[in-house]
């Protein structure tokens, strides 16, 4: 058994603590994203204190995870996130966090240059401001480069670039790539799944199967771009993409919602897959003693997929996109790279699909001036 096998059977079965722990700040949010995963635009009046956040991040420091994804909504929103992300770099808490850009101006940039321990992605969905705005907003994309400028003129480091892909953006893929070498920055691809707003419009914007083969080739030919395991589903093809490749759910990942509940990862968002609440008995103990976790850490059935001979390389794919689109746990990924997933959907052919419990999406779209 390969090395990579042999760490793909453990973690499947669950670690002590989580490698990554996602943690959406605040559901506060200055644009409205098409896709949102987590439907933010207004601020939940329950979100965790500055007190209990901090309480949180001594949990985190204590249990040793290696670093925490800070998210939103736009976690620049909140008005102690510099206190927050301080406190966590000096308990020695790696802190990445996902902005949309638009509260990088010259000063901040400076004053996250300075810190150690932090990461930055910048979020944009196309090379240009016709792709971009189209999901992210109006002005999002002058936004999100004066954001890159900032970070570039402030000598912050290599930050991420990071990309939602859409089957209109597939094809700038060598874009993006010149894009990230411009800024020395890294370039990161992300999975659209149908998971809070995201379910209204993935029927218009996944990559389509051949897209998703062209994205799988480019990928493979480079290892060096980062997918954080987001197209292991696209392994089937053949040669397995960099990194687990395997659902990571209530085993190596989950996330955290600005209210404190603990969800099994960041695109399930929904009562079903609800572990705990940190207010509770603190996040420890939902980790190590959630029902929902101890049954995702038991071996999988191979449902629909088990006369698939790919089902080793693709693990029967993501269990955010089957749900949010109306398939089984047990049925084929609804972008199975053999089209198996677009058979299942035909058969199912429902009219109303599951969607994230919390909605805190704005009522009126949001404009961006261009200072």
Not at 41 to 62: C, F, K, S
Not at 293 to 321: T, Y
Request: a negative charge.
């Amino acid at each position: 058994m390969s090395v990579e096998l042999k760490l793909r059977d453990r973690f499947e079965r669950g670690l002590a603590a989580p490698i990554c722990l996602t943690w959406e700040l605040t559901y506060a949010c200055n644009l409205a994203c098409t896709h949102c995963l987590s439907s933010s635009g207004r601020r939940d009046p329950r979100e965790l204190t500055t007190d209990e956040a901090v309480t949180l991040i001594d949990e985190i420091a204590a249990m040793q995870i290696f670093y925490i994804n800070i998210g939103g909504g736009e976690p620049m929103m909140r008005s102690d996130f510099f206190t927050l992300v301080d406190y966590a770099v000096n308990k020695h808490v790696g802190v990445k966090f996902s902005t949309n850009g638009t509260r990088i101006d010259a000063l901040a940039a400076r004053r996250l240059a300075a810190s150690d321990y932090l990461d930055i992605q910048v979020s944009i969905d196309g090379v240009d401001a016709a792709t971009n705005d189209v999901v992210r907003g109006k002005g999002s994309y002058a936004s999100a480069r004066r954001a890159m400028d900032h970070l570039r003129d402030a000598n912050f480091g290599p930050f991420k670039i990071s990309v939602v892909m859409t089957r209109d953006n597939v094809g700038q893929l060598d874009d993006f790539e010149s894009l990230a070498s411009d800024y020395g920055a890294q370039l990161r691809l992300t999975r659209l799944r149908p998971s809070g707003r995201g379910v209204d419009v993935w029927d218009q914007l996944h990559p389509t199967r051949q897209q998703n083969r062209d994205l799988y080739q480019w990928l493979l030919a480079r290892p060096h771009i980062l997918t954080g395991d987001s197209f292991f589903h696209l392994s089937a093809l053949g040669d397995p993409l960099e990194g687990l490749n395997l659902c990571g759910a209530g085993r190596v990942v989950c996330l955290i919602d600005p209210v404190g509940n603990v969800y099994a990862c960041p695109f399930v968002i929904h009562d079903e897959f609800l572990a705990g609440n940190v207010r509770d008995a603190g996040f420890a103990a939902v980790w190590r003693d959630s029902e929902l976790f101890r049954s995702l850490r038991e071996p999988g059935s191979a449902g629909a997929c088990a006369s698939c001979g790919s089902f080793d390389a693709c693990r029967g794919g993501c269990m955010a996109a089957k749900f949010f689109t109306g398939l089984e746990l047990t049925d084929p990924d609804p972008e199975c790279v053999f089209g198996h997933g677009e058979t299942a959907l035909e058969v199912k052919r429902l009219s109303i699909r599951p969607t994230s419990s919390p909605d805190h999406s704005r009522r009126t779209p949001v404009f961006l001036g261009s200072k």
